[in-house]
């Protein structure tokens, strides 16, 4: 009997588990760090969970992690580690991150050895998840897996994803990720963004696609569908924003923003870190400019900006920099080559953030209450850093136009307790929703492949003609309504002008008579 309840019992646990577990393959091309921060968070969740992973990235694990699987495309790893901070304009960056990442990573990735043994495969899976960027090179594995595609960015949404979800892009109030206007234009701003969006959309379009098309056909096969009808096809989009941070615009159903999913527990600092922040008086201020660019590439002059104005506060600076020594270096400054940032926003004596205003430095900065003073220096973060300031939650200073009075000026600014009180305002509305970010991810993930695919989700414009889109044949219908209307309006009041007079004389005469 206790045996029959015991058989019963496991059955019925392993059916629950069997039921619950999907096979989800993962594939995030890019070779950045901060990127991948992301998406090993939300794949560790999901193995975590009970889901088996399988992550094709160029960053794979140190030590086994249970139900995740890597498919490692390191050996092809095109660096991006030392960006010069100099030399930089959002005109020619839109063009490198093209060449990049459209062209060289699709190339270079699509034919590795790697990735070619693990197309010979006939695992079935549950649920693709792809980064999208600039490129829909690897959009071949939903046609051969047969399986719905998740996509996720690292950013707002870019400009040339809006059409795969026919979401609303009008460039009077959306601003494009790539250029540096927030969402109230200028007329000439107004300009600049609906050129530049048909310019990007043209050579994604155009440049990108076609070229990788060819690159996957070679691969997945001939019968390959077009990528860019494929990826009309992906069922959701997680953005990394969040209308509590970044300006509120409207987005479909299967657009969800999720920032601040990257976002671990804390853990604790190194020992001499601790130390140095438990140790000051006045609170510190954390420098970082991120992974990708190199803090010790800034000019002599600018260094000194930082160094001199550094000098000038009460308040002890934690400086990350890739040198192991800097030139005249005052006593309340420490220098480190790595650190652990979210834990050092964490701490509570950490009173201002200096940043280049990536994405998940400013999701942390908000989420930790630590007023921010950014100095974007290219992709997203002149956005970034307008959302910041728009919100109240720091300084925005132009690299062109630092100095030190300038960086003196902001530190005194956001040191002040009322910027304090007003970032703790705002970590509490970032962190105000329904859900926890990262369990937002998993519940999207989840209705998805429960749904198989969700394409209840994506609404009728996707696919939908661009004039029917724009209703340009309603527009010219009623033009043409109009047209006629007055056409008749005018014959009638012609006849009637001309026949009037006649009456009027003929019943003049009567009246005489
Ligand atoms: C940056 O610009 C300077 C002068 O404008 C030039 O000499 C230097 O080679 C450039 N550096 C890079 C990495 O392109
Ligand atoms: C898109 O999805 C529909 C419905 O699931 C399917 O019939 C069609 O073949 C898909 N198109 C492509 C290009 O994958
Ligand atoms: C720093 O301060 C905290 C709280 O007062 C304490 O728990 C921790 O042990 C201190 N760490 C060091 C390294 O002194
Ligand atoms: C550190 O800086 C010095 C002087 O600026 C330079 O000569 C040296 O190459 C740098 N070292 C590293 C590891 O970048
Ligand atoms: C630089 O400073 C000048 C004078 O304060 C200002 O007019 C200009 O807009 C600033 N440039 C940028 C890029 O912020």
């Given at each position: 009997?206790?045996?029959?309840?015991?058989?019963?019992?496991?059955?019925?646990?392993?059916?629950?588990?069997?039921?619950?577990?999907?096979?989800?393959?993962?594939?995030?091309?890019?070779?950045?760090?901060?990127?991948?921060?992301?998406?090993?968070?939300?794949?560790?969740?999901?193995?975590?969970?009970?889901?088996?992973?399988?992550?094709?990235?160029?960053?794979?694990?140190?030590?086994?992690?249970?139900?995740?699987?890597?498919?490692?495309?390191?050996?092809?790893?095109?660096?991006?580690?030392?960006?010069?901070?100099?030399?930089?304009?959002?005109?020619?960056?839109?063009?490198?991150?093209?060449?990049?990442?459209?062209?060289?990573?699709?190339?270079?990735?699509?034919?590795?050895?790697?990735?070619?043994?693990?197309?010979?495969?006939?695992?079935?899976?549950?649920?693709?998840?792809i980064?999208l960027?600039?490129?829909e090179?690897?959009m071949?594995?939903a046609?051969?897996?047969?399986?719905p595609i998740i996509g996720i960015t690292?950013?707002t949404v870019m400009y040339w994803d809006n059409i795969k979800f026919g979401n609303p892009s009008n460039p009077a109030y959306i601003s494009n990720n790539?250029?540096?206007?927030?969402?109230?234009?200028?007329?000439?701003?107004?300009?600049?963004?609906t050129?530049?969006n048909e310019?990007h959309q043209?050579?994604h379009d155009?440049?990108?696609n076609?070229?990788?098309?060819?690159?996957?056909?070679?691969?997945?096969?001939?019968?390959?569908p077009l990528l860019s009808d494929i990826s009309q096809n992906i069922s959701l989009l997680f953005t990394?924003s969040?209308?509590?941070?970044?300006?509120s615009v409207p987005l479909v159903p299967g657009i969800i923003e999720?920032?601040?999913?990257?976002?671990?527990?804390?853990?604790?600092?190194?020992?001499?870190?601790?130390?140095?922040?438990?140790?000051?008086?006045?609170?510190?201020?954390?420098?970082?400019?991120?992974?990708?660019?190199?803090?010790?590439?800034?000019?002599?002059?600018?260094?000194?900006?930082?160094?001199?104005?550094?000098?000038?506060?009460?308040?002890?600076?934690?400086?990350?920099?890739?040198?192991?020594?800097?030139?005249?270096?005052?006593?309340?400054?420490?220098?480190?080559?790595?650190?652990?940032?979210?834990?050092?926003?964490?701490?509570?004596?950490?009173?201002?953030?200096?940043?280049?205003?990536?994405?998940?430095?400013?999701?942390?900065?908000?989420?930790?209450?630590?007023?921010?003073?950014?100095?974007?220096?290219?992709?997203?973060?002149?956005?970034?850093?307008?959302?910041?300031?728009?919100?109240?939650?720091?300084?925005?200073?132009?690299?062109?136009?630092?100095?030190?009075?300038?960086?003196?000026?902001?530190?005194?600014?956001?040191?002040?307790?009322?910027?304090?009180?007003?970032?703790?305002?705002?970590?509490?509305?970032?962190?105000?929703?329904?859900?926890?970010?990262?369990?937002?991810?998993?519940?999207w993930?989840?209705?998805v492949?429960?749904h198989?695919g969700a394409s209840h989700l994506k609404t009728a414009a996707v696919r939908m003609p661009l004039y029917k889109y724009l209703l340009l044949d309603v527009v010219?219908?009623?033009?043409?309504?109009?047209?006629?209307?007055?056409?008749?309006?005018?014959?009638?009041?012609?006849?009637?002008?001309?026949?009037?007079?006649?009456?009027?004389?003929?019943?003049?005469?009567?009246?005489?008579?």
């Amino acid at each position: 009997m206790n045996t029959t309840i015991f058989t019963t019992l496991s059955v019925l646990l392993t059916l629950c588990a069997v039921v619950q577990s999907y096979n989800i393959l993962g594939i995030f091309p890019l070779a950045m760090r901060s990127h991948f921060q992301m998406f090993e968070t939300i794949m560790k969740e999901l193995a975590r969970q009970g889901h088996t992973v399988t992550v094709i990235s160029c960053f794979s694990q140190k030590n086994v992690v249970k139900n995740y699987r890597d498919i490692s495309l390191e050996s092809n790893q095109a660096t991006v580690v030392d960006l010069p901070s100099e030399n930089w304009s959002l005109y020619n960056e839109f063009f490198i991150i093209l060449e990049y990442a459209g062209h060289n990573l699709c190339e270079n990735e699509l034919r590795s050895r790697a990735f070619q043994e693990f197309l010979k495969t006939d695992e079935k899976f549950d649920l693709i998840i792809i980064e999208l960027f600039t490129s829909e090179c690897f959009m071949g594995l939903a046609h051969k897996f047969k399986a719905p595609i998740i996509g996720i960015t690292t950013r707002t949404v870019m400009y040339w994803d809006n059409i795969k979800f026919g979401n609303p892009s009008n460039p009077a109030y959306i601003s494009n990720n790539m250029l540096t206007t927030g969402p109230r234009k200028s007329f000439l701003e107004r300009l600049e963004t609906t050129l530049v969006n048909e310019i990007h959309q043209y050579f994604h379009d155009y440049y990108v696609n076609v070229k990788n098309q060819k690159m996957a056909e070679e691969v997945f096969g001939t019968d390959l569908p077009l990528l860019s009808d494929i990826s009309q096809n992906i069922s959701l989009l997680f953005t990394n924003s969040h209308c509590s941070i970044t300006p509120s615009v409207p987005l479909v159903p299967g657009i969800i923003e999720i920032a601040g999913a990257h976002i671990g527990s804390v853990k604790k600092l190194p020992e001499h870190i601790e130390m140095w922040i438990n140790e000051s008086n006045h609170g510190v201020v954390y420098f970082s400019m991120g992974s990708l660019i190199r803090a010790d590439s800034l000019s002599e002059k600018r260094r000194d900006m930082f160094i001199n104005a550094f000098r000038r506060i009460p308040q002890r600076v934690l400086l990350k920099w890739e040198n192991d020594s800097i030139p005249d270096k005052p006593d309340n400054v420490m220098i480190e080559k790595w650190m652990p940032q979210f834990d050092i926003l964490s701490h509570p004596n950490v009173k201002a953030f200096v940043t280049h205003g990536g994405m998940f430095g400013v999701s942390e900065a908000f989420h930790c209450g630590v007023p921010m003073i950014i100095i974007p220096m290219f992709g997203d973060q002149y956005e970034n850093a307008e959302s910041v300031e728009q919100n109240g939650g720091g300084i925005y200073l132009s690299y062109e136009n630092l100095s030190e009075e300038a960086i003196y000026d902001a530190l005194t600014t956001v040191l002040d307790p009322k910027f304090n009180m007003k970032a703790k305002e705002l970590s509490v509305r970032f962190k105000d929703r329904p859900l926890p970010p990262l369990k937002t991810v998993n519940y999207w993930i989840e209705y998805v492949i429960r749904h198989k695919g969700a394409s209840h989700l994506k609404t009728a414009a996707v696919r939908m003609p661009l004039y029917k889109y724009l209703l340009l044949d309603v527009v010219a219908f009623l033009l043409l309504v109009m047209l006629i209307f007055m056409f008749f309006v005018y014959y009638v009041t012609k006849t009637v002008l001309r026949i009037l007079p006649r009456r009027l004389s003929c019943s003049a005469k009567l009246k005489k008579n």
